[in-house]
């Protein structure tokens, strides 16, 4: 193998694309005439106290939801040791005082919690000794949804959550309003962060369905249903279900030759058990009666046994779309379709928080008219990706031939995974910039990995690809880039 001699510098290029448009929030703070307090006198409903949207509470139940919730942490919160340590009587009297005090300052929070609608702004208020004020310009707004926990389900009520681009967490968690409410101030945001009208024009006038008291029939044309049955099985066919009957006999054995087991023992094994247990179950719960629409410009799914969700994404934001094809689903030909949306809170520790899901599990006709819907005139199946040169065996022996990139019509495709194999396409009017990369083994062998990076953060890579070729691949992907912005 010869060694490549110094490279000449490269003439400094522009590669990134021009961004998105976007509309930076004002920071001047707002007047004071925009909102009354809360003890000014307020007419019902959405009417204007002169002129001005009054700010409105949220539902008065809130409070005993959020106190519920509290008991549930102090009680998980405090361990088994705990427990026998101290007794149950005075485990349930420590547990109960924790419990009081957490609904106590949900009550004050509640009494200094309110928001309304300013313009295009969503100002919420909060705060008892530190007043906090919120403004979210709705044309940032990247997705609405609106959740329903077990608790919420039972009391009529629900939560709704906002994505906004930039924002490093979910924004304004309004927990929690009625359910007609949250459907019709949903409605109402996704409409405030459409297109703004034309100065002189006349001001949109709210609709009857933004009338919290109806409730809105919901628009869309439906495109999937998850077969509940498939999502079960696509559950079992992973390595914890497959790893489980090792665990229950590693326990039996261990049960038997201690010969007795004290109830921490147990406890605390059966705790371990179900932490391995907790990922397929969760995923099963999460998008039970998984369904897909279309409405418009929207996507909207609805996924959830014990928490219902209804979730909304705006078309245009998504930046890419992700496909999964693990190990032990290729037998049934099943697939698993993500989005990446533009915007939403990457930074929580929480994914189920995140508005990515697509397709839980399909086969490859129902992905492929997903794909199709989401990304129009983008074939799954006509997706070529070439592989690196055979030098890239060096970095990676085995893997190899499972990394490829390739450039159709209308998106950029880079594919990856050994064993559970991942595509990755992103449109090109979604590129934000393009970067060549090279580490020191990559440098030995004349290679370069080529990254397309969306606003949604992880956009797709090229990688080990021949270094003339990433430089082209870049180039490329720069000019595509620019003229999708330019035709939009």
């Known amino acids: 193998m010869t060694h490549p001699g110094p490279e000449l510098p490269r003439p400094a290029t522009d590669t990134s694309p021009p961004p998105q448009d976007d509309h930076t929030p004002s920071d001047a703070p707002p007047a004071p005439h925009d909102h009354p307090p809360f003890d000014a006198p307020t007419a019902p409903h959405d009417h204007a106290v002169g002129g001005v949207e009054p700010r409105r509470r949220l539902h008065p139940l809130s409070p005993a939801l959020h106190g519920a919730k509290s008991l549930v942490v102090v009680v998980a919160g405090l361990s088994w040791s705990t427990l026998s340590r101290v007794g149950f009587g005075w485990f349930a009297a420590m547990a109960t005082v924790l419990a009081l005090g957490a609904t106590v300052l949900a009550v004050v929070s509640w009494y200094n919690t309110g928001y309304h609608v300013v313009g295009r702004e969503l100002r919420v208020y909060e705060g008892l000794l530190w007043r906090r004020t919120r403004a979210i310009p709705l044309e940032r707004l990247q997705a609405v949804e609106v959740v329903r926990p077990l608790l919420a389900q039972l009391t009529g009520l629900a939560e709704l959550r906002l994505e906004v681009v930039g924002g490093g967490k979910t924004e304004a ?172 809170s990457g930074g929580e520790a929480d994914d189920r928080n995140r508005p990515d899901r697509l397709l839980p599990v399909g086969d490859h006709a129902t992905g492929e008219r997903i794909v199709a819907e989401v990304l129009p005139g983008v074939r799954l199946s006509g997706l070529a990706t070439g592989l690196p040169p055979a030098r890239a065996r060096w970095l990676r022996p085995l893997g190899w031939r499972a990394v490829g990139a390739g450039l159709d019509e209308r998106v950029f495709a880079a594919r990856s995974g050994l064993l559970t194999r991942q595509l990755t396409v992103v449109p090109y009017a979604r590129i934000q910039s393009v970067r060549v990369t090279q580490g020191p083994a990559q440098r030995r062998l004349r290679l370069a990995t080529v990254h397309a990076d969306t606003a949604g953060g992880a956009g797709a890579a090229a990688v080990d690809r021949d270094l003339d070729e990433a430089w082209w691949l870049a180039a490329e992907l720069t000019a595509r880039a620019h003229a999708a912005h330019r035709a939009r």
């Not at 962060?193 to 628009?219: C, F, I, L, Y």
């Not at 077969?227 to 079960?232: F, G, H, I």
């Open 173 to 344: 968690p309004l927990a929690y309003l009625g359910v007609a409410e949250a459907a019709a101030l949903r409605q109402r945001l996704l409409a405030l962060a459409g297109p703004a009208p034309h100065p002189g024009g006349a001001a949109p006038q709210p609709s009857a369905s933004a009338d919290p008291t109806v409730t809105p029939v919901p628009p869309g044309r439906a495109l999937h249903a998850v077969a509940n049955r498939d999502l079960l099985v696509s559950q079992l066919l992973t390595p914890q279900a497959f790893l489980l009957p090792l665990g229950v006999a590693f326990v039996v054995t261990q049960f038997l030759s201690e010969g007795s087991w004290s109830f921490i023992a147990v406890a605390s094994t059966i705790t371990a058990m179900a932490g391995v247990l907790l990922q397929p179950i969760r995923r099963v719960l999460d998008d039970w009666n998984f369904r897909l629409a279309r409405d418009e410009g929207t996507l909207r799914v609805r996924n959830g046994l014990l928490e219902t969700r209804a979730q909304t994404v705006p078309l245009n934001r998504v930046q890419t779309v992700g496909v999964t094809w693990p190990l032990l689903w290729r037998a049934k030909g099943w697939l698993r379709l993500r989005l990446e949306v533009a915007g939403y």
